[in-house]
């Protein structure tokens, strides 16, 4: 709702109420359009100021009611009628003005704003435009340059941008709500024209035409397949050379494209998952608001390796004192050069001072026994982690919490040779660490809940979306990876091309395809990962099935040959030279891919881009469902914010567990079942899946519920 009051002096207060952000729900827009017309009404009110209860302006239009029918008074009209008040309105901007909250105060005729208040149009991070006119007035505002960064990034801009931007009129340090009812006081019966932004001329450069093909051309190649990016650069397009009545049709004729698409429902899904994953519970009943975290001033990384070292900057960068340590002395040395420099860097990007003297280096465990948290970071062998968790253990003063940064190795084996397995978890970065937002914080059956709620919260600290899994092989995501990349090199088995897969992937909207990934990030990481499985190497039979399975020995093959990828120069696709960067295909990889099929009596068979997907894809999906039967995740959400957060999953398509709702459960079944080989396990529809599809498909919101009521009938 919205509260109205009068002043003294004549000046009516109008107050949005919705916790937590003041979102413009049904409600707050009548309470917004009854206060309105009491100030109208009101003979004594000569001016208005609009503000957020409890220092939040508003969080925009309540994207909770995207879902059902509209109800209460529109947006646009409401706004409108702000903007055509004869009495000077002005909003009192504290917290956030985003979205619609950014709109309602672009349609108010003065803004005045906290220092620390944040603004910005994101809307199209939620597969929108800013359809409250905000597409219309704002590059009238501030021009169409200037609002097409806005606009077409949502990127939130500090007080102190917006108001060099033009966004605002006013900043203060003091409260800004009181600085706008003595502003609006001193400006009443003033002319109000040149303050209705609609009114105003959009001010553009000479080369408009230019900018706008050359920003188009930039968002197609950004957005991967993503609607709403595209259809903000055709508003502003209208903005630009249209009068604002028929940039508002415009506006209006894209917004409601945009807002019945998958596109939209899949950000919007995002940006709650983000939320829910945040909400983390175990198993035991231990969740996020009966655990209490430790607040972490003094930390450890061990190994400063690429991992490591990111690892370092992302914890100094919060503040943290940090004791980086690293055994091999040329790699210390290499490290004490090159993180400094990673630190500042990265401040600098996120406009933040660099935090002074918080690192220091060390060859020396010993070094560690002050700090509260340990992140090991060594080579990715279990003998070495053991070595490390086991020493640690006994340099480390009693109760600090023990870290492995392990890709996919059991931590309760390294729980097991600590003296306090309870404090042990694992915290699973993304290179590079200090950019990439994923962090999986996986827990053991030991792990307390304290450590979990510790390493979640320090991960929230450091900007990352942290999600709480369970232990088991490769955790979540990279347990989903596996069939995924397995079905990759079956279909080159079967006759496609590295870069006909890659394109299938890359198309559907992965920033790389398979097997580009799998060049830059070195096909030896794997191999090294088989060879320990005892899948190759010497003495093992060069078969197509392995330890039972299909198995293809083809990625073995490519790193026997000294392909290892970009840092050989050549891996399944040729580069410049070693660390090369750009990708061409080699006929030596055809010619290779042919001879390997004459071995093996295989004929090459032509693959539709559509068996593609379906074969990476829902065997990927497939293992998703394993995790939720398997409770390694606690719901979809949780799967789907690592697949976006870490993997590259476009996120205008949700996560792979959204995507399999919109494809529709039943097709995904058939679809396996098809496909599906009595060895190839990974095909093999999960019980999950076919419980879901028996109780007629539920939506993905609906899921966490019903795995929750199969486990209490002992159904998964
Ligand atoms: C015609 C329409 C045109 C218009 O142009 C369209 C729009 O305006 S589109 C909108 C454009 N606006 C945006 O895109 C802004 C979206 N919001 C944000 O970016 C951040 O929430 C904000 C920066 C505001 C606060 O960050 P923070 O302090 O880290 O806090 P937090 O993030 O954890 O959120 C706390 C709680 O608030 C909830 N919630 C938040 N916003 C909304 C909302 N609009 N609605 C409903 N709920 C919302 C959120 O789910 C969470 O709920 P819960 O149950 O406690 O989990």
Known sequence: MATYSRLPG?????TLHNPPVNALSAAVRQGIVDAVQRALKDPKVTSVVICGQNGKFCGGADIREFAGPMLGPPLVPMIHAIEAVDKPVAAAIEGVALGGGLELALACHYRIAHSKAVLGLPEVTLGLLPGAGGSQRLPRLIGLTAALDLITT???VSAAEALKLGVLDQVTDSNAVDLAVEFVRSVAGQPLDSRRLSTLPCPCPPDVDSLLDKVMSKVRQRSRGALAPVACVRALRAAASLPYAQGMEKERELMATLFNSGQARALQYAFFSQRVVGKWSLPSGARWDNSTARIISKAAVIGLGTMGRG??????LTGISVVA???????LAEASRVVPAMLQREAGRRRLATPPGVISFSSNLQDVSEVELVIEAVFEDMSLKLQVFKHLSSVCRPGTLLCSNTSGLDIDQLAAVTQSPGLVVGMHFFAPAHVMKLLEVVYGPRSSPEAVATA????????KVGVAVGNCPGFVGNRMLKPYLEQANFLLEEGATPRQVDEALEEFGFPMGVFRMSDLSGLDVGWRIRKEAGLTGPGVESTRTRQGRRYSPLPDQMCEAGRLGQKTGKGWYQYDGPG???ARSDPWV???LETYRAEHGLVARSITLEEILERCLYALINEGFNILQDAVAAGPEDIDAIYVFGYGWPRHRGGPMFHADQVG??????RLNQHSHPDVPHLKPSTLLRRLVAAGSPPVQKWREFINKERVHSQL
Request: glycine fraction near 12%; hydrophobic fraction near 50%; charge should be positive.
């Open 311 to 316: 690892i370092v900057v992302a914890l100094a």
């Open 590 to 592: 055809h010619i290779f």
């Open 456 to 463: 979640m919260q320090l991960g929230k600290r450091m900007g």
């Open 665 to 670: 459960l039943g097709r995904i079944l058939q």
């Open 154 to 156: 949502g990127r939130h």
């Open 10 to 14: 004549s000046v009516a207060l109008i």
């Open 325 to 331: 340590v690293e055994t091999q002395e040329k790699q």
């Open 580 to 582: 090369g960067r750009v």
